[in-house]
């Protein structure tokens, strides 16, 4: 496979549920985002990992935990969480030597019952 | 705290129709600025990354421009096609570090 993969593509999950959102980047890049996209709102930025660190945490709450074992992988463990963060979230790579282009997934839809 | 603008949230346009989308960012020390597709349900694909010192970027039938001292740019895209549909996002980034601010997108509907 080719490009930024997610999985699962679709996932519903009870407020008391554990789960994990992976991420794959296929491309060699060194940096990659975690992005919420919610209805009538901008993307918003929740986490940066670059060279398998983490540089920015958006004010995002601890019920979402990162993980980025390397720089391929991403995942997003998913706890307690809340009907509000029912979203579309996003997975994002790029280079990581600067600013430049990012390469998006197709994202993992989630709703929260 | 930069905040991005896109006019108009909707557009419909017949097909062959050249078209304008508009985006506004309130901080001009941006690093570069970004145009992005997005289908229903799907990921976004980058279109055009201009360069803060760059005043457009073309490919195909889009062109980008960019105007950072009034904090503008506007994506044109030349004889639309209903292929064209989708909401189209506007993002730029700061002067150093990776985050990319947003704006909530136009959605462009090309009727045949």
């Known amino acids: 496979e080719t490009g930024v993969t997610q999985t699962p593509r679709h996932l519903v999950m009870g407020m008391t549920n554990k789960k994990s959102l992976k991420c794959e980047q296929h491309?060699?890049?060194?940096?990659m985002y975690w992005y919420k996209q919610s209805a009538k709102k901008p993307l918003e930025l929740m986490f940066v990992?670059?060279?398998?660190?983490?540089?920015e945490n958006n004010s995002v709450p601890s019920r979402f935990s990162p993980e980025c074992p390397n720089s391929s992988h991403l995942f997003l463990h998913l706890h307690t969480l809340q009907p509000e963060d029912s979203a579309l979230y996003l997975c994002?790579?790029?280079?990581?030597?600067?600013?430049?282009?990012?390469?998006f997934g197709p994202g993992t839809r989630l709703l929260v019952l | 705290k930069q905040e991005v603008t896109q006019i108009p949230a909707a557009l419909s346009v017949p097909e062959g129709e050249n078209l304008v989308l508009n985006c506004s960012f309130t901080?001009?020390?941006?690093?570069?600025l970004q145009w992005f597709r997005q289908d229903p349900g799907k990921g976004l694909t980058s279109l055009l990354l201009?360069?803060?010192?760059?005043r457009e970027q073309t490919s195909g039938r889009l062109n980008a421009s960019l105007d950072k001292s009034s904090g503008r740019s506007t994506l044109y895209i030349a004889a639309s096609q209903p292929g064209d549909s989708a909401t189209y996002l506007c993002?730029?980034?700061?002067?150093?570090?990776?985050?990319?601010?947003f704006g909530e997108g136009t959605q462009l509907t090309v009727n045949p």
């Open positions: 901080d001009s020390a941006i690093y570069n």
């Open positions: 201009i360069q803060s010192s760059q």
């Open positions: 990992y670059n060279f398998k660190e983490q540089t």
């Open positions: 491309l060699g890049h060194n940096a």
């Open positions: 994002a790579s790029s280079q990581g030597r600067g600013y430049e282009t990012q390469y």
């Open positions: 993002a730029v980034g700061k002067t150093s570090g990776s985050r990319l601010t």
